[in-house]
């Protein structure tokens, strides 16, 4: 079964940094993309950025670019998205999600994680 | 960049409607999007992807159609359990990556 476990709420102030998980099983964890989706209070998905944990290779929205990191260690099946300074705005949901080809072309996220609150106040 | 449309932003509807939902994209995007279903408190899940292809295990009383620029989301005899917010989404040459806005459906 393919499971996608993300690490517990997180409580922060301003300034701080932080780094949240996404692990990985019960596929290959190398030869999918996983992605990181974000979340505000009441509001839609947006997509982060992506990460190719066979080899790393990773792509951020511009609008993250910069914001946050994204990483991943295949030894653990696991990834990462972390910020070095966090603001009150970066407050949200954060969902990882695993990128599947179709064969067709399109790409989808067919397994998502059950997200992980992030709380940054002072 | 492309953009995604949704409407209507929000519908309500009566048990055993048949509701559709909208996407428009801001260029021809062939078929290359997928639709999402998020209840309250729960992360995502796929329902359709590459327009109309229904993902496994999804309810049959889904369905998705459209190419080019247009397309829509099709729920046929609602049930109660189908009051969720829906998103389409466009995703193909990596990373190029778009949700609509969502639309939120309550029965």
């Known amino acids: 079964e393919v499971q996608l476990v993300q690490s517990g709420a997180e409580v922060k102030k301003p300034g701080e940094s932080l780094k949240i998980s996404c692990k990985g099983s019960g596929y290959s964890f190398t030869t999918h993309w996983i992605g990181w989706v974000r979340q505000m209070p009441g509001k839609g998905l947006e997509w982060m950025g992506i990460i190719y944990p066979g080899d790393s290779d990773t792509a951020y929205d511009p609008s993250f670019q910069g914001q946050v990191t994204i990483s991943a260690d295949k030894s653990i099946s696991t990834a990462y998205l972390q910020w070095s300074t966090l603001k009150a705005s970066d407050t949200a949901m954060y969902y990882c999600?695993?990128?599947?080809?179709?064969?067709?072309?399109?790409?989808?996220?067919?397994?998502w994680g059950q997200g992980t609150l992030v709380t940054v106040s002072s | 960049d492309i953009q995604m449309t949704q409407s209507p932003s929000s519908l309500s509807a009566s048990v055993g409607d048949r509701v559709t939902i909208t996407c428009r994209a801001s260029?021809?995007?062939?078929?290359?999007l997928n639709w999402y279903q998020q209840k309250p408190g729960k992360a995502p899940n796929l329902l359709i992807y590459?327009?109309?292809n229904l993902e496994t295990g999804v309810s049959s009383r889904f369905s998705g159609s459209g190419s080019g620029t247009d397309f829509t989301l099709t729920i046929s005899s609602l049930q109660p359990e189908d009051t969720a917010t829906y998103y389409c989404q466009h995703y193909d040459n990596l990373p190029q990556n778009t949700f609509g806005q969502g639309t939120k459906l309550e029965i």
């Open positions: 999600a695993r990128l599947t080809a179709s064969s067709g072309g399109g790409w989808s996220f067919d397994y």
């Open positions: 260029q021809d995007i062939t078929n290359y």
């Open positions: 590459d327009a109309s």
